[in-house]
């Protein structure tokens, strides 16, 4: 167990760039999340997979944002046309089928986006 | 829909001194309970969840966590802490019962150990 691993940890870009990131779940969970932290603010919902299906999304999702799984393993954020309002640190999580309903999700590192 | 409040946004305490962290929340049904830790620059570490049972919750780094139905309260603690334990902390709440849910996080704790 590996743990959730993000990538890169840390991105610069100019206003109006694109910007992808990428997010290796734990091996075999097949629920993934994708959250924004902005500074002194607790994580906010962006959407969520299930295996390759993006199951539900934020209204923080705006359209220059858009998420993928293509083959339900790793995810990732793109995000177009950066606003420097995009600064935050994008946080993925993980979390396993159990039995039940119980949901633990495992969060990676973060990737810290600086859009000036 | 779901809220979470932490009550205090800094927490400064002295280090072998003993620490509450107040979390209350509202919700319309019933939810799972969670505490994660986040040292600078860093993700989040799950500290300690409540699902159901003993409403008393033991957790990781000697961390406690008493769920208060009537109270709609999940307050973290921890008898004597140390200066590793200086970071943010954040509750969160989930809707049982129903997997593959958002984590509603409040706006986090800042605990600061001082020897």
């Known amino acids: 167990d590996t743990g959730v691993s993000q990538d890169p940890r840390h991105k610069i870009t100019k206003r109006g760039q694109n910007v992808t990131f990428r997010c290796d779940p734990i091996s075999e969970h097949n629920r993934l999340y994708w959250y924004r932290q902005t500074l002194g603010q607790g994580p906010e919902f962006l959407t969520y997979?299930?295996?390759?299906?993006?199951?539900?999304k934020s209204r923080l999702l705006s359209d220059r944002f858009s998420a993928e799984r293509p083959k339900g393993s790793f995810s990732t954020l793109e995000i177009q046309r950066t606003e420097q309002g995009d600064s935050a640190m994008y946080l993925c999580?993980?979390?396993?089928?159990?039995?039940?309903?119980?949901?633990?999700?495992?969060f990676g590192p973060g990737t810290r986006l600086t859009v000036l | 829909a779901q809220s979470v409040t932490q009550l205090d946004s800094q927490v400064p305490v002295f280090e072998e001194a003993p620490v509450e962290l107040r979390c209350n929340y509202s919700s319309s049904v019933s939810v799972y309970l969670f505490w994660y830790v986040q040292y600078p620059n860093q993700g989040l570490q799950l500290l300690l969840k409540y699902l159901s049972g003993s409403t008393l919750v033991k957790g990781i780094n000697g961390f406690e966590a008493e769920f208060n139905k009537s109270q709609t309260s999940f307050h973290l603690r921890k008898p004597s802490v140390h200066i590793s334990d200086t970071a943010e902390y954040f509750c969160a709440v989930t809707r049982s019962g129903q997997a593959g849910t958002a984590l509603i996080f409040g706006k986090g704790t800042t605990l600061s150990v001082s020897s």
């Open positions: 997979f299930q295996n390759e299906a993006q199951l539900e």
């Open positions: 999580a993980s979390s396993p089928v159990g039995s039940g309903s119980t949901d633990t999700q495992y």
